[in-house]
């Protein structure tokens, strides 16, 4: 099982990224994905989420009008679009598939991906 998230780096204040994270090991169209983030000094903190099929999406609400979670079953990816950056965005982001059935919960992590925002 693996999870590969890219599109990390460095953008100026308003700017935009578009992160990815590659699934592959597991059926993908099976989880739902969650993009987390964690900033310098915090916990790790959901961002935003999106159902197996893709038909309901949730942010947080620092994030909610500014970040976009999609995904392409075909490609065994998912995405976040990150406009209008802020500072504040400044974290390792790390995206997580997760399946519960009944009462059991599995789960997979990517190693993360830099994003700086800074001028």
């Known amino acids: 099982v693996q999870l590969v998230e890219s599109g990390g780096g460095l953008v100026q204040p308003g700017g935009s990224l578009r992160l990815s994270c590659a699934a592959s090991?597991?059926?993908?169209?099976?989880?739902?994905m969650n993009w987390f983030r964690q900033r310098p000094g915090k916990e790790r903190e959901l961002v935003a989420a999106i159902t197996n099929t893709g038909g309901n999406t949730n942010y947080a609400n620092a994030v909610k009008g500014r970040f976009t979670i999609s995904r392409d079953n075909a490609e065994n990816t998912v995405y976040l679009q990150m406009n209008s950056l802020k500072p504040e965005d400044t974290a390792v982001y790390y995206c997580?598939?997760?399946?519960?059935?009944?009462?059991?919960?599995?789960?997979?992590w990517g190693q993360g991906t830099q994003v700086t925002v800074s001028s």
């Open positions: 997580r598939a997760i399946l519960t059935s009944g009462s059991r919960i599995n789960y997979y």
């Open positions: 090991g597991f059926t993908f169209s099976d989880y739902a």
